[in-house]
Structure formats: C-alpha cells, structure tokens
C-alpha cells in the first residue's frame, strides 16, 4: 500500500522589520527662538541690521583713523558757511559787574567762523575761568548768531587779610580785589583762609536770623573759631567746634531779646566757655577837666 508522503510545509516568512523613524532633535537654539514672540523672519531681520550697523561703525571707525572724516567734516563746515550758517552777529547778556570787554574779546573770537566749527562747550568753560561768572549758556542761534548768557556771582562780604581787600561772594570765591571803603555795607571777614569759611559762617548765622542783620563782620581766629562783630560795636567770642558755636549763638540771641545785650555799655561777650557767660563793659571817660584860669578869662571877656 503505497503511503503518500507530505510534503513539508514551507517556512512561514518572517517579515521584514520595518526601517526606524528618524527622530528630528530640537537644539537649545530652536528651543530659544520658540520662546520668543517674534517669528523666526523678524530674528533674522534683526540680525541683519545689526550685523550692518557693526559693518557700518568698523567703517566709520577705520575712516576716522584714517583722517577722512576730519576732512569731509571741514567740506562739510564749509559748505554750510557758503550757506549762511556762520557766525556774523554776537549777542551777550546778564552782564553788569563783568569786564565786557574780557568777554567780547573771548566770545568775538567765534565771529565769522562756520557753525559746525563752533565749540559751544570750550566757549563755555573759558568763559567760567573769570571769577564773576558763575555759570554760562552758550546756544547756536542759527543762522548767523551766536547767543550767550552770563550768569554772575554776587558779592556777599569783603575778605580782609596781609592789609589786602577782596569781594567774595557766598562761596568765598575771590571776584575782586577793592581798596578800603569799596565794599559800601557789605560784611567784612578777617583773618587768613577766612573765605574758605563762609559757606560754614552763612550756616550758623542762619541759625539766629535775628542776629545776622546785625553782623557788621567776623574774624577767623586761630583757624579754629569765630569773633562776631556787631554793627553797634560789640564783639562777640564764640567757642571751636560748629556744634558749639551754633549753641552758644542761640543761647547770646535769647539772652538779647530777654535783657536787650546789643547796644548798651558792654563792649565784648565771651562764651567759649559752656558754662559760663563773660561780659566787659566799655570804659567810663572822665569828664574834660576846664582850668579855673580858663574859666576866668571867659568871663572877662563877656563883662563890657
């Protein structure tokens, strides 16, 4: 009996695995730009122009090295004198005490040049070299003019020292120098180095306002202390130290408004000392004596 025989059965294909998807990885920078509320058209738009403004300055740069702007700027200046823009009129106010013609000779050196060329800020501080000026405004007044305005400084007191008189505004800077006599009311500071203090000496005379009208003067004693004097001719001793000083000047101006100090017979207050208060009195003068011969010849002479 014929057996039949089975074929064997072919192996099942496996299939083919399928290729691996690519995974696209997102660098720090994409991450950035994702962040940001610009899209990435704008960015890159934005790199541009600054990668053409650094373009630009190494230009501007390397032309300056080179000398090129200095000469295109003087066509430039040139061109605009050509134009009218030059300096042909000099205008100058706020001055009163100031030597004009310093300052004309100074401001008129500008005159005829062109605009550009104008140093607004050199004229300015060469202007705040003189002692009365104490600020300056320089402005183009275009097209031709060239406006300034002084600002002066106001003498508050006469500095005296070595036999020497100087106007001295707030600050203790020197405006001027005057002869005896020349500062008509103003207050007078003694003693070396005295305007150096008048900043400090307006502080504590403000602190008895009652009394600053009334200060003739003051003298810088020792480079240490004040010596008030008073219109009336007193003379007023106060301690070292501005804390001190500014107790003891309250302390004499409630003694004054109590017992009325000022204009009396005393002559000099001491209080250096805090704990005691020193007067003087100014000394009595005797009577001119008249010699009974005198006297005698008088009255003959009245007899007919």
């Known amino acids: 009996m014929a057996t039949a025989t089975r074929k064997p059965t072919a192996k099942r294909k496996a299939a083919a695995p399928s290729p691996r998807q690519k995974v696209r990885q997102i660098s720090w920078v994409d991450k950035l730009m994702r962040t940001l509320p610009f899209s990435e058209e704008e960015v890159q738009r934005v790199i541009t122009w600054v990668f053409l403004a650094a373009l630009t300055v190494l230009a501007f740069a390397a032309a300056q090295y080179a000398g090129l702007t200095a000469t295109a700027y003087q066509q430039y200046a040139a061109l605009a004198a050509k134009a009218g823009f030059q300096v042909q009129r000099v205008e100058v106010t706020g001055m009163e005490r100031v030597d004009q013609l310093k300052v004309y000779q100074l401001v008129l050196a500008e005159k005829d040049r062109a605009m550009p060329l104008v140093d607004i800020e050199k004229v300015r501080n060469d202007l705040l070299q003189y002692g009365w000026i104490k600020d300056a405004r320089v402005a183009r007044r275009l097209p031709d003019t060239l406006a300034v305005e002084i600002i002066e400084r106001k003498p508050t007191a006469i500095w ?130 008249v010699e009974t011969n005198e006297i005698s010849s008088k009255n003959n002479g009245q007899t007919a």
């Open 160 to 289: 005296q020292r070595d036999g020497k008189y100087s106007l001295i505004d707030a600050d203790g800077i020197v405006l001027a120098n005057v002869r005896p006599g020349e500062g008509g009311d103003l207050p007078t500071l003694n003693g070396n180095d005295a305007n150096r203090q008048t900043i400090a000496l307006n502080a504590l005379l403000d602190q008895a306002s009652a009394l600053k009208a009334q200060v003739s003067g003051a003298t810088w004693v020792g480079n240490r202390r004040w010596d008030l004097q008073f219109q009336t001719g007193e003379t007023l001793a106060l301690p070292e130290g501005e804390a001190a000083a500014a107790k003891a000047l309250l302390n004499f101006a409630r003694m004054d408004g109590v017992h009325r100090l000022l204009g009396r017979d005393l002559i000099h207050f001491d209080l250096r000392d805090p704990d005691r208060a020193y007067f003087r009195k100014a000394p009595k003068t005797e009577p001119a004596k």
